[in-house]
Nanobody, 115 residues
Framework: QVRLVESGGGLVQPGGSLRLSCAAS????????MGWYRQAPEKQRELVAR???????IYAGSVKGRFTISRDNAKNTVYLQMNSLKSEDTALYYC?????????WGQGTQVTVSS
């Protein structure tokens, strides 16, 4: 069983930055694709960024150039650096691990962008 624990969310002003972290238990992290998703109130969960085991990344168009996903396989941790935050980035952010099409989810960490 894999456990994912997110941290780093909070309240930030527009234009500010936050870095989210997601620590994974177990031994499959380095072989897995890792993703950050978000869900705003009354909206569907959407992919924000994803990084595969080899390091290639993809981003949602709305965050490209502002957010950066990275991973540290030695620490079983994936990060999401979020810069130039906007009010529309406000959401519950979830970490996702995808190993051979089996997915695991964290509990989520709230990001609120407001003045």
């Amino acid at each position: 069983q894999v456990r994912l624990v997110e941290s780093g969310g909070g309240l930030v002003q527009p234009g500010g930055s936050l870095r989210l972290s997601c620590a994974a238990s177990g031994t499959i992290f380095r072989f897995s694709a890792m993703g950050w998703y978000r869900q705003a109130p009354e909206k569907q969960r959407e992919l924000v960024a994803r990084i595969i085991s080899g390091g290639s990344t993809i981003y949602a168009g709305s965050v490209k150039g502002r957010f950066t996903i990275s991973r540290d396989n030695a620490k079983n941790t994936v990060y999401l650096q979020m810069n130039s935050l906007k009010s529309e980035d406000t959401a519950l952010y979830y970490c996702n691990l995808d190993y051979r099409n089996k997915e695991y989810w964290g509990q989520g960490t709230q990001v609120t962008v407001s003045s």
